[in-house]
C-alpha cells in the first residue's frame, strides 16, 4: 500500500501509522515550575537532541499545554529520564489535571533540588539534564492556518547522574534501561547494545578504499 496523507489521511488502516514508524522515540519527563511556584511534571515523546556542544534538547507540545507556559513564563525546565522501572508512574504524570496540581506528588514521586535550577527532578529517576529555556518555535502549517505544535529548546546546563548506572565512566544501557514511546499503546525497552567504529575518510575523497 501507498497513500497520499495529505489527500486520504491513514490510507486503507484503522489508525495512523505515522507513530509507529518514528520509532523508537527518547520519552523526555519533564517537570517545570508554574508561576507560582508548583511542580509540574509530564512525559514527551516528542523529544530529542537538537545539538551538542552546546547541549541542545527539544520537546513538542501539541497545543499550549501546562509544561510550556510554566517554562515560557519561568525560563527554566529538567528533562528526567524515563525508565522501564519507573513506566507507571510516567504513563501516570501523563494525566490531564487542572493547572498547578503537581503530578509528582500524584504518582508518588519525590522532588529532589536541581543544581542550576529551580525546578526540581524527580528523585527516582537516574538521570537528568537541566534545562535554560532557549526558544519556542510555533510549528508553521502548510495552509497558513494558526499552528498546532510547538517546539520548546533548552539549553542543558547541569546534568544528573546516579553513579549506579555507569560502568567504567560511561552511561551503561543495561542498567539504565531506558523506557521508549512506540505507536498505538505500545512502549519498548532498550537493553542491548553494540559499538560499530566509523568509517574513515579515504585520502582521495570518494570513500572508497
Ligand atoms: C509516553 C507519553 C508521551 C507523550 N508525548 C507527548 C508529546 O510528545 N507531546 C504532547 O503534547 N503530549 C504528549 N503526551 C501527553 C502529555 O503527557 C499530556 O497531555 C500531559 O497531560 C501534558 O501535561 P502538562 O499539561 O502538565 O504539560 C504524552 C503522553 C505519554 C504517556
Not at 105 to 112: F, I, P, S, V
Request: glycine share 8%; hydrophobic share 40%.
Amino acid at each position: 500500500m501507498h497513500f497520499e496523507t495529505l489527500v486520504n489521511g491513514r490510507g486503507p488502516l484503522r489508525h495512523d501509522p505515522f507513530k509507529a514508524l518514528v520509532v523508537p522515540r527518547p520519552i523526555g519527563w519533564i517537570s517545570s515550575l508554574s508561576r507560582e511556584g508548583h511542580v509540574n511534571l509530564a512525559p514527551y515523546s516528542a523529544f530529542n537532541m537538537v545539538g551538542y556542544d552546546p547541549n541542545i534538547v527539544m520537546f513538542a507540545s501539541a497545543g499550549r499545554k501546562d509544561s510550556l507556559n510554566n517554562i515560557e513564563a519561568t525560563g527554566e525546565f529538567v528533562c528526567n529520564l524515563a525508565t522501564y522501572d519507573l513506566r507507571e508512574a510516567v504513563v501516570k504524570t501523563s494525566v490531564p489535571v487542572n493547572h498547578g496540581v503537581d503530578e509528582m506528588q500524584l504518582a508518588g514521586l519525590t522532588a529532589a533540588p536541581s543544581l542550576h535550577v529551580k525546578v526540581p527532578r524527580v528523585a527516582e529517576s537516574p538521570a537528568a539534564l537541566e534545562c535554560q529555556y532557549l526558544q519556542t518555535i510555533p510549528v508553521p502549517t502548510l495552509d497558513g492556518s494558526e499552528p498546532q505544535h510547538f517546539m520548546v529548546l533548552g539549553r542543558v546546563v547541569a546534568v544528573y547522574l546516579d553513579d549506579a548506572i555507569l560502568t567504567d565512566g560511561k552511561v551503561d544501557i543495561a542498567k539504565l534501561k531506558p523506557l521508549t514511546r512506540l505507536g498505538y499503546l505500545d512502549y519498548g525497552v532498550l537493553e542491548d547494545c553494540f559499538s560499530m567504529p566509523r568509517p574513515k575518510a579515504t585520502p582521495d575523497g570518494t570513500g572508497i578504499d
